[in-house]
Each structure stands twice: as structure tokens, then as C-alpha cells.
């Protein structure tokens, strides 16, 4: 099993339509969580973290369930600048690989007009 | 821009040879970590350094190997490159080696092996 599981895309939407992205984690001891932006041949960018109550920033929403080891990510209203990939991250990692943030594959988002 | 700078941007090298990718940390950040993109994958995270000393590897062969100055800068090393080896090589810095908060990253270095 993937350390990091995210859904395969890519996602094609217009623009205003609500779209949400789904990743699992294999690491239990796990204990910080974030969402990642990467542009197309560019470096990846904090998007926001993800805390156990959930939490919100804007049209960005991000849920986590420690029990099933699960991570989404929901964005409302999207906009053409929201073509990117979103990569799903999660620290603690496996044996030797300590407290590093581990990535997962990513999810491509393109929004047309 | 993040403050983390990364060089060469671009290089290309022939299988067998060695490669030094080398990286500017944020200033005020202790740790380093390298990152391996293959087109198309996720950062797939290398090794860890904190204050000088490997702090985490993730599951790459030993010729890759790296340092981290005093001053936090950092370099990666890859020895007998390999074709698959042609990836972007990611830096990023952050304030305490646990990783709980921010990841800022370079803009990378491309290789490309022959």
C-alpha cells in the first residue's frame, strides 16, 4: 500500500462548479496534514493545513478522519486559476524516513470556461 | 518567492556520470529536504538533513547522497547516474525538522540523463 493515496484524475470541470478531492494515508502515527498546489513546471506551494476539526479558508474547505485515515479537500465556486495540481501531504513518514512529509501522486484540476 | 534558491536550474549529464545539485535554505531554517519529481509523480522525498546530519532518508539507493553546511545550505549528489534518474530535484527548507509547519520550496533543478 501507497504511503499517500490520492484519486486518480484528471478532473475536468466548468468554472463555478464544486469539486472535491480524496486521499488516505497508510501511517496511523501521522500527526500533521496539508493540501498542495502545484503549477504546471512549477514548485509545489502551501495551499493550506488540515486540522482534526476541519477548517476553512475561503472557497477551500479541508476535512480530516484520523480513524479512517482519510483527507479531502473541497473547493467551492472554482475559478479558471484553480487549474493546477493539488497534491495531498502527510508527515511521519515510514522506518527511516522519520518526520518527513511524504507526497502523494497528485490530482490534476483543469476548470474551463 | 520563497527565499530557497537552487543550481544549477537546468543541467544534462550522460548515464555513469556524477551530478552536485546544491540549494540556499530560507533564512532562520535549520532543515533541509530533497525531493525527486519524475513527470507526471508527486515529490518523491529523499532525505532529510537537520543541522548538519541526515535526519530521515526515504527509500533511494546510496549513491544519492548529500550534505548540509553550517550555514544550512545543503547539496545533493547523485553518483553512476541512471536514465531513470532524469527528474526534478526539489529543495525545500522549513523552521523545525518535525515538518508540523510550512514546506518552502526552490524552484528546482531539472536533470536530464542521456
Known amino acids: 500500500r501507497k504511503e499517500v493515496e490520492q484519486d486518480p484524475g484528471p478532473f475536468n470541470v466548468p468554472e463555478g462548479a464544486t469539486v472535491a478531492f480524496n486521499c488516505t494515508y497508510s501511517n496511523s502515527a501521522s500527526q500533521s496534514f496539508f493540501w498542495y498546489r502545484q503549477d504546471c513546471r512549477k514548485e509545489p506551494k502551501l495551499l493550506m493545513s488540515?486540522?482534526?476539526s476541519g477548517n476553512e479558508d475561503g472557497r477551500f474547505t479541508a476535512q480530516l478522519n484520523r480513524a479512517s485515515q482519510y483527507i479531502s479537500l473541497l473547493i467551492r465556486d472554482s475559478k479558471l486559476s484553480d487549474s493546477a495540481t493539488y497534491l495531498c501531504v502527510v508527515n511521519g513518514g515510514l522506518g527511516q524516513a522519520g518526520t518527513a512529509l511524504i507526497f502523494g501522486k497528485g490530482t490534476t484540476l483543469s476548470v474551463s470556461s | 518567492e520563497t527565499g530557497v534558491t537552487q543550481s544549477p536550474t537546468h543541467l544534462i549529464k550522460t548515464r555513469g556520470q556524477q551530478v552536485t545539485l546544491r540549494c540556499s535554505s530560507q533564512s532562520g531554517h535549520n532543515t533541509v529536504s530533497w525531493y525527486q519529481q519524475a513527470l507526471g509523480q508527486g515529490p518523491q522525498f529523499i532525505f532529510q538533513?537537520?543541522?548538519?546530519?541526515?535526519?530521515g532518508r526515504g527509500n533511494f539507493p546510496p549513491r544519492f547522497s548529500g550534505l548540509q553546511f553550517p550555514n544550512y545550505s545543503s547539496e545533493l549528489n547523485v553518483n553512476a547516474l541512471e536514465l531513470d534518474d532524469s527528474a526534478l530535484y526539489l529543495c525545500?527548507?522549513?523552521?523545525?525538522?518535525?515538518?508540523?509547519?510550512?514546506?518552502?520550496f526552490g524552484e528546482g533543478s531539472r536533470l536530464t540523463v542521456l
Open positions: 525545500a527548507s522549513s523552521k523545525d525538522r518535525a515538518n508540523t509547519g510550512e514546506l518552502f
Open positions: 538533513y537537520y543541522r548538519e546530519e541526515e535526519n
Open positions: 488540515v486540522y482534526s
